[in-house]
């Protein structure tokens, strides 16, 4: 990844921690320039696994758990809050793990590195965050 596109995404995903008062724990690129199939038009994908103040997790009315960024020309930036990235339902997560550009090895570091995830220890992990 060029520089400058580097310093770009780091710049905007301290600006979403921020603006939306969330803890980036992974970002990783993603889509066609990831996959090593870009074409010269090809825009930066990044996607990214956040979490919130633990107050907001036991709210009543759950705050959006998504994060959608930036989409244009060069970059489409967007994110998962931690808690839907832990869905067992959610498969795209061993790819987030796998990515390349990494912010935080928080997350990264305490899970399995098989893809047959151990849904029950994405869950712990979870709560270790959580509570500190």
């Known amino acids: ?6 310093k ?11 603006q939306r008062g969330v803890q980036i724990l992974l970002a990783v690129e993603s889509g066609s320039r990831a996959w090593g199939f870009a074409s010269p038009d090809s825009d930066y994908d990044v996607r990214f696994i956040y979490m919130r103040p ?14 959608e960024w930036q ?6 930036i967007n994110g998962w809050d931690l808690k839907k990235a832990l869905n067992p339902q959610n498969p795209v997560i061993a790819d ?17 590195d ?17 509570h500190g």
Do not use: C, H
């Not at 989409?71 to 489409?76: A, F, G, N, Q, S």
């Not at 987030?96 to 899970?111: C, K, N, P």
């Not at 098989?114 to 959580?130: A, K, Q």
């Open 1 to 6: 990844m060029e520089q400058n596109i580097r």
């Open 8 to 18: 770009e995404i780091e710049q905007n995903l301290k600006e979403i921690e921020k």
């Open 54 to 67: 633990a107050k907001d997790y036991l709210r009543l009315d759950s705050p959006r758990d998504v994060i």
């Open 71 to 76: 989409l244009d020309e060069v970059l489409d």
């Open 96 to 112: 987030f793990i796998s990515g390349e550009l990494e912010r935080q090895r928080t997350l990264a570091e305490q899970l399995p």
């Open 114 to 130: 098989d893809r047959n995830r151990d849904w029950t220890e994405l869950n712990r992990v979870f709560l270790r965050l959580l």
